[in-house]
Antibody
């Protein structure tokens, strides 16, 4: 069974930083790209960042470029999202998501983590 | 930039009804890269449809997708109580990928 178990999240002040983790199991982790997708309260889904299976290709949404960093540790089957320079607009539930097709970055997500809430507030 | 607009915002129906959800793009899409997700309160999204019309693994036959160009549709043939939630369309296959704002289905 494929599982994505997230950790991290919490309340941070404006300008603060946070690191989210997503531990994967049940599939060959290094062959699948991974993404982070967020959802602000009462809003729709917004793709944030993606990283290829090897980690060599990384893409970001314009809204987070230069502030967020996605990375992965294939030896630990874990993907990370480091959030810096946080503002109230970054308050959201953050989900990690598995790309459906091995060896490609399709941005089609067939499994999702349970979510981690990030709240930016003074 | 691709923008996906979903309608209606909310759909209030009864079990056994047919639900039709719309996703309109501001420019033509490659239908091979249109997906639909279901999300229930407090849960992560679940993939329903990819390639505009292909059901994901384990998705019941009452869910179907169609469309081309700028207009795409998700149909639930006979609503069941478990089908309540928010449904979102997505244009994937490229960066950045785009989600619609969602349609809430109330049973």
């Amino acid at each position: 069974e494929i599982q994505l178990l997230q950790s991290g999240g919490g309340v941070v002040p404006p300008g603060g930083s946070l690191r989210l983790s997503c531990a994967a199991s049940g599939f060959t982790f290094h062959t699948n790209a991974m993404s982070w997708v967020r959802q602000a309260p009462g809003k729709g889904l917004e793709w944030v960042a993606a990283i290829s299976g090897s980690g060599r290709t990384i893409n970001y949404a314009d809204s987070v470029k230069g502030r967020f960093t996605i990375s992965r540790e294939n030896s630990d089957n874990t993907v990370f999202l480091e959030l810096n320079g946080l503002s109230a607009d970054d308050t959201a539930m953050y989900y990690c998501a598995k790309d459906s097709t091995p060896l490609y970055m399709t941005y089609l997500f067939d499994h999702w983590g349970q979510g981690a809430l990030v709240s930016v507030s003074s | 930039e691709f923008v996906l607009t979903q309608s209606p915002g909310t759909l209030s129906l009864s079990p056994g009804d047919r639900a039709t959800l719309f996703c309109r793009a501001n420019q033509g899409l490659n239908s091979n890269y249109v997906a639909w997700y279901q999300q229930k309160p407090g849960q992560a999204p679940r993939l329903l449809i990819s390639g505009a019309s292909s059901r994901a693994t384990g998705i019941p036959e009452r869910f179907s997708g169609s469309g081309s160009g700028t207009d795409f549709t998700l149909t639930i043939s006979r609503l069941e109580p478990v089908d309540f939630g928010v449904y979102s369309c997505q244009y994937y296959g490229r960066s950045p990928n785009t989600f619609g704002g969602g349609t809430k289905v109330e049973i």
